[in-house]
């Protein structure tokens, strides 16, 4: 049974302008080399807009919105990666961007055959009905206010061919200081650092019940908040 990052994902909230957002930009305030910039220009995922710009280069994928600015990793080599591309980008370049709030998801999967995961969710196998079109399932999900600024989502889902659980962990910061403040005067930095290993640890904590014969849960209450 393994657990491995399958996902890293950086949101940023706020008034966006995609049409910026062209891989020549980044290679031009150095965050993409000659050869991220050819591939990212040749590839099929390039689109911008002034509605919404997307492109893909080996390491990370990135799209904006009018309304959120997003990077995402398959590579848990690239995580700090796409943190210091969110940090150069809007406290460096575009530092009058108005942002309303930042969001960290960490993606997991665990290798664990179907009977095991039946024996540890007990009813909710049965109970919860497949993903609309993906034939997921979503054994557990809950949703903790840590406070007035920070939301913390723990989700865990079942794939269709039933030998891999997928664990979700997102964490949500709505940014209520008044005036203007960079990221990394909000601690962006040390809360991404912080949540990462947070999700780490909630993940083997789940990997080890899972392997742990003599576990049984009901209805999905696997990891205490």
């Known amino acids: 049974m393994l657990s491995d990052l399958s996902a890293a994902v950086i949101a940023i909230d706020g008034t966006m302008n995609p049409t910026i957002h062209h891989p020549t930009w980044y290679q031009l305030i150095g965050l993409l080399s000659w ?36 990077i995402r990793t398959v590579s848990r080599e690239a995580r700090t990666r796409i943190l210091n591309v969110a940090l150069k980008t809007f406290d460096d370049l575009l530092p009058q961007t108005p942002v309303t709030g930042f969001h960290f998801t960490f993606r997991f999967s665990i290798e664990v055959p179907h009977e095991r995961a039946a024996d540890f969710f007990g009813g909710a196998l049965r109970e919860v009905a497949p993903i609309e079109g993906r034939g997921e399932r979503v054994l557990m999900m809950s949703t903790v206010t840590v406070d007035d600024t920070k939301r913390r989502l723990f989700q865990v889902r079942l794939l269709p061919e039933g030998n891999q659980l997928l664990v979700k962990h997102r964490f949500s910061y709505a940014v209520r200081a008044k005036g203007m403040y960079t990221l990394r005067q909000m601690s962006m930095s040390e809360d991404y650092d912080l949540d990462y290993e947070e999700a780490v640890t909630r993940t083997e904590q789940l990997a080890a019940k899972l392997t742990h014969k003599g576990s049984r849960r009901s209805g999905g209450n696997t990891i205490s908040n």
């Not at 220009?41 to 009018?66: D, E, I, M, N």
């Open 35 to 70: 050869e991220d910039t050819a591939f990212a220009t040749a590839g099929r995922h390039l689109l911008v807009t002034p509605s919404v710009s997307t492109f893909r280069v080996p390491a990370f994928a990135l799209r904006c919105k009018r309304e959120r600015w997003e």
